[in-house]
């Protein structure tokens, strides 16, 4: 390994000329943290939708993350309405899926902040980096899933037994 970072990217051909960009830009740290949560709260998602409708096959239907989200659009705890914020979530990394330069910064993730807010009742003072967003919304998004998931195998524990 050389060390030289990702290959450039194609800038544009203009008259059969190549100009290549390179990623010198790209904050990794912030990029795969981002992408780790992601892929954390699809997790959760999957192993909802799966204990809520054990009867269906999710492994063969293979529904985009977006999809799953759609499935949940009415899944709403009292006041703890979450999917409007991995909605949101889920569009940025759209955009980084088409535009690897996109930087994610903390004002980009303000759904996720106010979502933050509506727990902890604006009393806890919530973090204002883009790591500390991210991490506070996926603990306590996926603590949300967590605690449906764990209920609903208690519920299908004792359904059994009767």
Known sequence: MTGAGLPPLVAEITDGAVT???????DYDVLGYFLSCHLIIEHYLDEYLKIRY???????????FGQKVA???SFKIDKYDCIPAI???NSLRNKLSHNIEFKIE??????LSQYLGTI?????????DTKGILDSFTFMTCALF?????????RTKLARKA
């Open 87 to 89: 909605k949101h979530l």
């Open 106 to 111: 903390a004002q980009d993730l303000v759904p």
């Open 71 to 73: 499935l949940l659009s």
């Open 146 to 154: 967590g605690g449906c998931i764990t209920s609903a195998a208690e």
């Open 20 to 26: 290549w960009q390179r990623l010198d830009a790209i």
């Open 54 to 64: 054990p009867s269906l096959d999710w492994d063969a239907a293979r529904h985009t």
């Open 120 to 128: 902890y009742d604006n009393n806890t003072e919530l973090p204002k």
